[in-house]
């Protein structure tokens, strides 16, 4: 009997060292700070990176923005209204550290003392790119800043369609105001974006209210601050810092700085598409929070909404917050581009 408690003993210990705690754990892996997959941070969308690379517990102090690794080149094409607006110079600057990330942009309206834009040569002749020409480049990413689809030719729509259902190309869809009259004659109360069939049909919002009247819906005169739900928290996209805990905290703490994280227009979204996630909300001084930054269902491809126009000059003055931002647009980028799963 002795002999075969031995035998036993040696058997076990033997199928430790080959086949690890799994045999132990009724098959679930353990991450380095010992929680399962149902309580580690990388549950649901997780890092590009291995596992056992991030430290073992939550850190005391607060983490350095998390920058999603990108092995091979990546291309992002941003299409924008105005040559000089903030938020697509914001994408640049947050791509550019990135030697594996290549950009190339076009504005609609363009301003002869715009600096050049990306590191990519942009659509020939300075016209709206075409279907043919971003087919053969190769985009990954497309990111639309407010822009008109009118002024592009139905072929490139459809493209950009196909492509996102397929899965082979992501977007970030950002609106602004919308302009007084669109070259497709829509109504001054509508964002183009919204108003082209093919385009709406990607995007996660089923209805939004007109963007007019008195007081004008989605304008908020002394801000609406941003605030992650529980999905932001963790997902590549917008949890900031890669611990759900530190994530949290970073963004109450930005909800908190003067000036606070938000904006003065938020695009008055009022229901998403079945299946959407609300990453963060947009919380105005009175009334319901407005679902500012939204990932599309996943049936439908990679899609970001990003409802707020602007955020605080002060805040992107302030070198440690705008590096918050820019970790939170290269994070986006490379999720997009399915680099992030």
């Not at 791509?95 to 590191?119: E, I, K, R, T, Y």
């Not at 990003?306 to 980028?333: C, E, S």
């Amino acid at each position: 009997m002795r002999n075969l408690l031995v035998v036993v003993v040696l058997l076990l210990v033997a199928a430790a060292v080959l086949f690890g705690p799994g045999l132990f754990h009724g098959g679930e892996t353990v991450d380095p700070g010992g929680r399962t997959p149902s309580t580690a941070p990388g549950t649901g969308p997780t890092l590009d990176r291995p596992e056992a690379s991030a430290p073992a517990a939550v850190p005391e102090e607060e983490p350095a923005p998390e920058v999603l690794r990108v092995e091979r080149p990546l291309k992002v094409l941003v299409l924008m209204g105005h040559a000089t607006q903030r938020w697509p110079r914001m994408i640049e600057m947050a791509l550019q550290s990135d030697a594996q990330l290549q950009v190339s942009g076009w504005a609609a309206s363009s301003h002869a003392g715009a600096p050049p834009f990306g590191n990519l040569e942009p659509p020939p002749g300075g016209l709206p790119p075409s279907a043919s020409w971003f087919e053969a480049m190769g985009f990954e990413v497309l990111a639309l800043c407010d822009i008109d689809p009118g002024v592009f030719e139905p072929a490139f729509w459809d493209g950009v369609a196909a492509r996102v259902k397929a899965g082979t190309l992501g977007l970030w869809a950002q609106p602004a105001m919308p302009p007084p009259q669109s070259s497709g004659g829509v109504a001054s109360g509508v964002h183009p974006m919204l108003a082209s069939p093919v385009l709406r049909a990607l995007l996660p919002v089923a209805r939004a209210a007109e963007v007019r009247g008195t007081p004008v819906p989605g304008v908020h005169a002394s801000g609406a601050v941003f605030q992650a739900t529980a999905a932001g928290e963790r997902h590549p996209a917008s949890r900031i810092v890669y611990w759900p805990e530190w994530s949290r905290r970073v963004w109450q703490m930005g909800a908190a700085a003067s000036p606070p994280w938000g904006t003065r227009f938020c695009y008055p979204v009022e229901a998403l598409v079945p299946g959407s996630v609300v990453l963060v909300e947009a919380l105005p001084p009175a009334g319901s929070p407005v679902p500012m930054y939204v990932q599309g269902p996943e049936s439908a491809g990679r899609v970001l909404w990003f409802g707020a126009q602007q955020l605080a000059d002060d805040t992107l003055r302030d070198g440690r917050q705008a590096q918050k931002w820019y970790a939170l647009i290269h994070n986006a980028v490379v999720w997009l581009a399915g680099r992030a799963p």
